[in-house]
């Protein structure tokens, strides 16, 4: 009569050896996944340096006319990119829009650029829904990547001295209201350069 082969047990010092390299085995998937991930949260590494110029970046109005970020310098700018489709980025625009009331007489520049698929008629048609009366602009994610390096992720914000060079830009969406930010936003508005390395 035959027996299936059946593997050995594994007892005593065997046994303990084994668990000790499965416990191992598991201690090093979590350290590669955690370094991986953290790898994937700051990659790519983003061209804007804070304290150094914007990189040249220019898009299509809503209604086809190319802008040029670098024809705003004297104001402070706060560029935000967002799509329709991204609920984080949508959230945001009342926010940005109350900050427009308060400071665009006082210099402040608010220019948001869409990476919807969809075309700039729809694009236009989903803020006619609400208030929304800065300058909207129409890129393509692949040459936003191209100039400022960091990924496809939105929204990003942009806050841009008045002369010219990157003070802060945040990933998510961003709370112009919070103590932080709101003393990053005016100290830009009163004419001083300021950087922070994006946190």
């Known amino acids: 009569m035959s027996m299936a082969w059946k ?3 594994l007892t005593g010092r065997t046994a303990s050896q084994g668990s000790a390299g499965l416990v191992l085995l598991v201690i090093v998937i979590a350290v590669v996944s955690a370094v991986l991930d953290e790898r994937g949260r700051r990659s790519p ?12 970046y220019a898009a299509r109005s809503l209604d086809g006319a190319e802008v040029s970020i670098g024809e705003f310098r004297g104001r402070v700018v706060l560029l935000s990119f967002w799509a329709t489709w991204c609920s984080g980025c949508v959230d945001q625009l009342p926010d940005l829009q109350a900050l427009k009331d308060e400071l665009g007489e006082q210099g402040l520049e608010l220019i948001s650029v869409s990476v919807d698929d969809q075309d700039r008629a729809w694009v236009q048609s989903f803020l006619d829904g609400g208030e929304h009366d800065w300058l909207n602009l129409f890129d393509d994610p692949a040459h936003i990547n191209q100039v400022f390096g960091w990924g496809s992720r939105i929204p990003k914000t942009v806050l841009v001295n008045r002369d010219g060079t990157v003070g802060v830009w945040w990933r998510g969406r961003v709370d112009p209201t919070s103590p932080e930010n709101r003393a990053l936003i005016d100290e830009a508005m009163s004419g001083r350069a300021v950087w922070r390395p994006e946190g």
């Open 7 to 9: 593997p050995p047990k």
């Open 45 to 56: 590494e983003s061209h804007l340096v804070p304290g150094e110029p914007l990189p040249d």
